[in-house]
T-cell receptor, first 113, second 111 residues
Framework: DGGITQSPKYLFRKEGQNVTLSCEQNLNHDAMYWYRQDPGQGLRLIYYSQIVNDFQKGDIAEGYSVSREKKESFPLTVTSAQKNPTAFYLC????????????FGEGSRLTVL | SQELEQSPQSLIVQEGKNLTINCTSSKTLYGLYWYKQKYGEGLIFLMMLQKGGEEKSHEKITAKLDEKKQQSSLHITASQPSHAGIYLCGATQGGSEKLVFGKGTKLTVNP
């Protein structure tokens, strides 16, 4: 079935370590997004990509990095520069420009010990 | 950057009551989405609105986008405990794929 797969579902990391969250979609979507969610909060946009080999910063990009080398993949790296990385991370994708349903993955919960 | 204001932040209603959640922007909304979420879980797609004045319904939930495309409302009729969760609106602006969300409305439905 078509959809978005995020992995891992749960991740623990020590302070000072970088960690990469995977996001893969088989929907042939051009646009992909990474959001962060904190308890009681909505979704805050970290990075988004409209096309392969191109991406833009969202509202809270500091301490994060992404790549878009393949259409189906949009990994997010949480670097040691991110001051408060413990959160729930959601990846999403959609097809045509300003059209179509926005599909979400199941999310990755990162905890920094 | 575009900000989406959702109101109220939280809502507690008795089962069977109607309720409305609002999503407002100072800028024109494009591709307005409504989602429901159980905290810590993925998002469930409810509806997408694109045209000014558009209205869509699914079961007991109706979403509207005003003519000026700056405000959307989500109305639930005869609420049930299964409607409880966090409701999120998201939208893009103009010629960008930047898609942002409001802070969410937490709905509690008491039996």
């Amino acid at each position: 079935d078509g959809g978005i797969t995020q992995s891992p579902k749960y991740l623990f990391r020590k302070e000072g370590q970088n960690v990469t969250l995977s996001c893969e979609q088989n929907l042939n979507h051009d646009a992909m997004y990474w959001y962060r969610q904190d308890p009681g909060q909505g979704l805050r946009l970290i990075y988004y990509s409209q096309i392969v080999n191109d991406f833009q910063k969202g509202d809270i990009a500091e301490g994060y990095s992404v790549s878009r080398e393949k259409k189906e993949s949009f990994p997010l790296t949480v670097t040691s520069a991110q001051k408060n990385p413990t959160a729930f991370y959601l990846c999403a994708s959609r097809g045509g420009f300003n059209t179509g349903e926005l599909f979400f993955g199941e999310g990755s919960r990162l905890t920094v010990l | 950057s575009q900000e989406l204001e959702q109101s109220p932040q939280s809502l507690i209603v008795q089962e069977g009551k109607n309720l409305t959640i609002n999503c407002t922007s100072s800028k024109t909304l494009y591709g307005l989405y409504w989602y429901k979420q159980k905290y810590g879980e993925g998002l469930i797609f409810l509806m997408m609105l694109q045209k000014g004045g558009e209205e869509k319904s699914h079961e007991k939930i109706t979403a509207k986008l005003d003519e000026k495309k700056q405000q959307s409302s989500l109305h639930i009729t005869a609420s049930q405990p299964s409607h409880a969760g966090i409701y999120l609106c998201g939208a893009t602006q103009g010629g960008s794929e930047k898609l942002v969300f409001g802070k969410g409305t937490k709905l509690t439905v008491n039996p």
